[in-house]
């Protein structure tokens, strides 16, 4: 399994920015799809964007399209999730995952259990 480190959160007012990063280890990044959940206490983990393996093919949350961009770098073992726009619905504990079924890339319809590997999140917080 590869082991997955995130980076990037803090507090931003609405409408700001950020960018989190996710590092993984090994030598085995470009075999696995990634995505980006995120959790506030006392609801479910929710898919907020995944990417393919080549990064050719990305999918959004209706709820963060056009204002999250998914990107990775497989030199650099990394995703990274671009987000504007910051609303403080957007608050939350934000997670990547890496995905191992081949030939696949996993979409919102794909619940959190079918991924392999999960970092230790990196929190997010708007001010209104």
């Known amino acids: 399994q590869v082991r997955l480190v995130e980076s990037g959160g803090g507090l931003v007012q609405a409408g700001g920015s950020l960018r989190l990063s996710c590092a993984a280890s090994?030598?085995?990044?470009?075999?696995?799809?990634m995505g980006w959940f995120r959790q506030v206490p006392g609801k479910e983990r929710e898919f907020v964007s995944s990417?393919?393996?080549?990064?050719?093919?990305?999918y959004y949350a209706h709820s963060v399209e056009g204002r999250f961009t998914i990107s990775r770098d497989n030199v650099k073992n990394t995703v990274y999730l671009q987000m504007i726009s910051l609303k403080p619905e957007d608050t939350a504990l934000y997670y990547c995952a890496a995905y191992s079924r081949t030939g696949y890339t996993p979409t919102e319809y794909d619940p959190p259990g079918e991924y392999d590997s999960w970092g230790q999140g990196t929190q997010v917080t708007v001010s209104s």
């Open positions: 090994g030598r085995t990044f470009s075999s696995y799809a």
């Open positions: 990417i393919s393996r080549s990064g050719g093919n990305t």
